[in-house]
């Protein structure tokens, strides 16, 4: 018998499935299974071994399938387009076409190595002109329904990337990507209207079998509170202030309010405004900070009364001062509040700094000293009129029809999800297919004109005013109008990092199809992912992101779903050695290739999937996978304790059973890492048996065929099975042959556990009494003593109880 090495024969077996495509996924008559992995951004330091993780698992499972007579839909393919490469083109005057074009090259070379089940014929790259071209027409599709506005708003600008960013790309007032500071600035951008979606896309996740973190991090990110809008009345002026409040009920103790440093009050009654200087100041110093910095909950309050402007409180009917505030924003509700002191912890911080009345409004036993916004819905109102004595919910219902009848009251949803800055003043991304005509506002290019193609640059470096280096080019921006033939300006913003991504999947479905975005058949037989498996830091953007575009593909009768994906998991990070996250600074990165020269493909896949509990993060260890690496070859060596029976060993046929059993479920439920120890378990008693038929290895090389499908395929050819492992069926379990006809029975003395005894399943007492008090321990513990009392409850407890 030859010896296992790697390196023979895993490029082969990746050589055959290449030349035989038993991966390649058709439309027939077979039930589909389409699972879904997130495709990488091909950057140029390569795969590190976090990314096999989720693919491997994936892979497994559809290999699995496959076996089980399924049409597999796996696909893999390129999320192009982006910042860093372009990055890198600037400093390195490459171009990022071909930049991107070295990376993905690697990258495929690399994935190629471990031997994942891709139908390649299904390859999408979301820079190329074919595929952009519908990102660009949804887009279009977007603008027309009114779906994309251009708006000038404040914007985070990343200081050192010289680009916009969005809410979720800036994490603690810097930069995602840099790390940079990140200012704001006021810029003309284009949005998509998420917000318009934000109640389907929590509703809907009814529908769907997402983990239950992923459901709870978007319905908490999308934020949907139900309260009410309520006018203030503006002392000495026919005016009022507009606010939003979740606790109406709680009105009787608005003591003051508080405008945020953006209202356009301030502006309005400027000349009334007695301390102008001071506001303006204070404006100034607040501009400074991030939007994170200004609503952290615990940082001192801060604030400057308005000098000339009070309001009154309608149910109190008593005057109360208004403050401009950072810690209220513009972007929420109506930007003003009114301000609860004794039950909003932020607005009683505020009031013990400024000396303002707090006045308890609900009693329900909280200490309002100590912390206000307590649990005030448990309460009783107190103080507060005609809604004394009335629960929360009551108070609530009452106050609304009260306000309501005077006609400064309504009810009103809110949400804290904010439209999608949907523009980048970058060159690698794609180009946004609109002119502005000087007549006609913003007009679509003919639909016939896409893709509408990046024109070819010199240098790629964003201009001084933050403008796309798009606006240099004037053959590209010159255009004349499609609606009236005047003369136009092309928008020069490309669109953002998330916008290729938002739905690859679709493509996947029909990847060369040049009329449609994907086919009327292929929707129709594929209809929507059936498993889609990403990381948690997703959840808020692209899982997010994709099921609103999703969504209006399904509202213009493009797809026939309302959610793109059925079904969501999520796996743990793969830290470095020293538990720390990887990467190149901390010096801890495992180059997957490095691993596969070492120890082979199979056994680095088969460490991604038994190095820990697949949806928790686990540290990478070179010992693990050296364990790995000795498993196979103890698989390699059953050849030699294999006979020539083809009948399954009969003193094996229990455990052969129960791992079948075993295996086909973990591979189902994310629990590789047990499916695979019970592998282990197996082989070691069929070495313990010394001789193994040939049945029982066969179906030994299905099982572990989808962790580590090389070794698998090559020790069938030897064993001349015949044909390939990829054409073969999954094995099934008799299930009566998986139940244990023993079981393992605690021995309790006076109600403490001394020892275990296997007994029969269906034992009585008097069945293994004997054994009982033979036992070494059981003796052991009731020498001198007298047996008072026998106590056992078949499968439950045997206590035996002794003076
Ligand atoms: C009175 C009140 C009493 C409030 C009370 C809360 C507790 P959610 O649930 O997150 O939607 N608020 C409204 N607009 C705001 C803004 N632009 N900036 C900062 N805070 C704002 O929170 C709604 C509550 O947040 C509103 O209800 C308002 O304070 C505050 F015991 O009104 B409340
Ligand atoms: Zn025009």
């Known amino acids: 018998?030859?010896?296992?090495?790697?390196?023979?024969?895993?490029?082969?077996?990746?050589?055959?499935?290449?030349?035989?495509?038993?991966?390649?996924?058709?439309?027939?008559?077979?039930?589909?299974?389409?699972?879904?992995?997130?495709?990488?951004?091909?950057?140029?330091?390569?795969?590190?071994?976090?990314?096999?993780?989720?693919?491997?698992?994936?892979?497994?499972?559809?290999?699995?399938?496959?076996?089980?007579?399924?049409?597999?839909?796996?696909?893999?393919?390129?999320?192009?387009?982006?910042?860093?490469?372009?990055?890198?083109?600037?400093?390195?005057?490459?171009?990022?076409?071909?930049?991107?074009?070295?990376?993905?090259?690697?990258?495929?070379?690399?994935?190629?190595?471990?031997?994942?089940?891709?139908?390649?014929?299904?390859?999408?790259?979301?820079?190329?002109?074919?595929?952009?071209k519908?990102?660009?027409?949804?887009?279009?599709?977007?603008?027309?329904?009114?779906?994309?506005?251009?708006?000038?708003?404040?914007?985070?600008?990343?200081?050192?990337?010289?680009?916009?960013?969005?809410?979720?790309?800036?994490?603690?007032?810097?930069?995602?990507?840099?790390?940079?500071?990140?200012?704001?600035?006021?810029?003309?951008?284009?949005?998509?209207?998420?917000?318009?979606?934000?109640?389907?896309?929590?509703?809907?996740?009814?529908?769907?079998?997402?983990?239950?973190?992923?459901?709870?991090?978007?319905?908490?990110?999308?934020?949907?509170?139900?309260?009410?809008e309520v006018k203030f009345q503006i002392k000495d002026i026919d005016d009022t202030i507009l606010v939003y409040t979740t606790r109406p009920d709680t009105i009787f103790g608005a003591t003051y309010m508080v405008i945020s440093c953006e209202h356009p009050l301030l502006k309005k009654y400027e000349d009334r405004i007695k301390n102008k200087e001071e506001i303006e100041k204070y404006i100034l110093e607040v501009q400074k900070k991030s939007e994170f910095e200004r609503t952290e909950m615990n940082k001192d309050k801060t604030g400057v009364k308005i000098d000339g402007i009070t309001a009154i409180n309608p149910c109190t009917k008593k005057e109360i001062p208004v403050f401009i505030s950072d810690y209220v924003l513009m972007t929420y509700g109506s930007g003003a509040i009114m301000a609860v002191p004794a039950h909003d912890t932020r607005d009683f911080d505020f009031a013990k700094k400024f000396g303002l009345e707090i006045v308890e409004v609900v009693s329900g036993g909280e200490n309002v000293q100590e912390k206000a916004y307590t649990d005030t819905n448990n309460g009783i109102m107190v103080n507060s009129d005609f809604l004394n004595g009335l629960s929360v919910k009551e108070a609530k219902e009452k106050i609304f029809e009260y306000l309501s009848k005077l006609g400064i009251g309504n009810k009103k949803t809110n949400f804290k999800l904010r439209d999608w800055v949907f523009s980048r003043q970058r060159y690698w991304g794609e180009p946004i297919p609109l002119v502005n005509c000087e007549k006609c506002g913003w007009v679509a290019i003919p639909e016939e004109e896409l893709p509408l193609k990046l024109p070819e640059l010199e240098s790629f470096?964003?201009?001084?005013?933050?403008?796309?280096?798009?606006?240099?080019?004037d053959e590209f921006v010159n255009c004349t109008c499609p609606k009236c033939g005047g003369k136009a300006k092309r928008e020069t913003d490309t669109m953002p990092q998330w916008a290729g991504s938002s739905w690859y999947y679709l493509r996947y479905m029909d990847p060369?199809?040049?009329?449609?975005?994907?086919?009327?058949?292929?929707?129709?037989?594929?209809?929507?992912?059936?498993?889609?498996?990403?990381?948690?830091?997703?959840?808020?953007?692209?899982?997010?992101?994709?099921?609103?575009?999703?969504?209006?593909?399904?509202?213009?009768?493009?797809?026939?779903?309302?959610?793109?994906?059925?079904?969501?998991?999520?796996?743990?990070?793969?830290?470095?050695?020293?538990?720390?996250k990887m990467s190149k600074s901390r010096g801890n990165v495992v180059n997957p290739d490095e691993m596969i020269d070492k120890y082979g493909a199979d056994a680095l896949r088969c460490y991604e999937m038994f190095l820990g509990d697949f949806e928790r993060s686990a540290s990478w260890s070179d010992?693990?996978?050296?364990?790995?690496?000795?498993?196979?070859?103890?698989?390699?060596?059953?050849?030699?304790?294999?006979?020539?029976?083809?009948?399954?060993?009969?003193?094996?046929?229990?455990?052969?059973?129960?791992?079948?059993?075993?295996?086909?479920?973990?591979?189902?439920?994310?629990?590789?890492?047990?499916?695979?120890?019970?592998?282990?378990?197996?082989?070691?008693?069929?070495?313990?048996?010394?001789?193994?038929?040939?049945?029982?290895?066969?179906?030994?090389?299905?099982?572990?065929?989808?962790?580590?499908?090389?070794?698998?395929?090559?020790?069938?050819?030897?064993?001349?099975?015949?044909?390939?492992?990829?054409?073969?069926?999954?094995?099934?379990?008799?299930?009566?042959?998986?139940?244990?006809?023993?079981?393992?029975m605690p021995i309790q003395i006076n109600g403490k556990v001394r020892t275990t005894l296997m007994i029969p399943k269906d034992a009585k007492f008097e069945d293994f009494k004997e054994a009982l008090y033979d036992n070494e321990n059981v003796k052991k513990f009731i020498e001198g003593k007298t047996v008072v009392k026998e106590i056992f409850v078949p499968g439950k407890i045997c206590n035996i109880v002794v003076k």
């Not at 969504?551 to 026939?560: A, R």
């Open 1 to 132: 018998m030859k010896n296992y090495d790697p390196k023979n024969i895993e490029k082969k077996w990746q050589d055959i499935w290449d030349e035989k495509k038993p991966f390649k996924c058709e439309i027939n008559d077979k039930e589909k299974f389409y699972p879904l992995i997130e495709f990488p951004y091909p950057s140029g330091q390569g795969l590190h071994v976090g990314h096999p993780r989720p693919y491997t698992a994936m892979d497994v499972v559809s290999r699995k399938r496959r076996l089980e007579g399924q049409n597999v839909l796996f696909t893999m393919g390129w999320d192009a387009f982006g910042l860093p490469t372009e990055n890198y083109a600037m400093k390195n005057k490459i171009h990022p076409e071909i930049v991107t074009k070295n990376n993905i090259a690697n990258f495929k070379k690399q994935l190629k190595r471990i031997g994942f089940s891709f139908d390649w014929d299904r390859e999408i790259n979301t820079t190329d002109p074919e595929y952009y």
């Open 134 to 228: 519908w990102t660009q027409w949804i887009f279009m599709k977007m603008f027309e329904k009114g779906l994309a506005y251009k708006m000038e708003m404040p914007i985070n600008f990343c200081t050192s990337c010289k680009v916009g960013l969005s809410n979720e790309e800036v994490v603690g007032g810097c930069c995602e990507r840099c790390g940079s500071e990140v200012i704001h600035k006021v810029k003309n951008q284009w949005m998509l209207k998420i917000t318009e979606y934000a109640d389907r896309l929590i509703d809907d996740l009814d529908e769907v079998d997402f983990i239950d973190r992923v459901k709870t991090q978007q319905i908490n990110w999308i934020g949907r509170s139900y309260g009410m």
């Open 623 to 744: 010992g693990g996978i050296n364990g790995c690496r000795k498993f196979l070859d103890r698989v390699w060596k059953l050849q030699e304790i294999t006979n020539s029976s083809e009948e399954m060993t009969k003193s094996l046929e229990k455990s052969i059973h129960k791992t079948i059993k075993k295996v086909s479920e973990d591979f189902e439920s994310l629990k590789f890492n047990t499916a695979i120890a019970a592998l282990m378990t197996l082989i070691n008693e069929f070495y313990s048996l010394k001789e193994i038929s040939r049945e029982d290895l066969r179906i030994f090389l299905i099982l572990l065929n989808p962790v580590s499908p090389h070794i698998t395929e090559e020790i069938w050819e030897e064993m001349n099975f015949g044909g390939y492992i990829f054409e073969q069926t999954w094995p099934k379990y008799d299930e009566a042959k998986t139940i244990d006809s023993e079981v393992e």
């Open 512 to 580: 060369n199809n040049k009329e449609n975005l994907v086919g009327k058949d292929a929707l129709k037989y594929f209809n929507q992912v059936d498993w889609y498996n990403g990381g948690m830091e997703h959840t808020t953007l692209h899982l997010l992101y994709s099921r609103f575009w999703h969504k209006f593909l399904y509202d213009i009768g493009v797809v026939n779903t309302k959610e793109p994906y059925l079904k969501r998991t999520s796996h743990g990070m793969i830290l470095g050695e020293n538990g720390e």
């Open 461 to 473: 470096e964003p201009t001084e005013t933050g403008e796309s280096p798009l606006s240099k080019i």
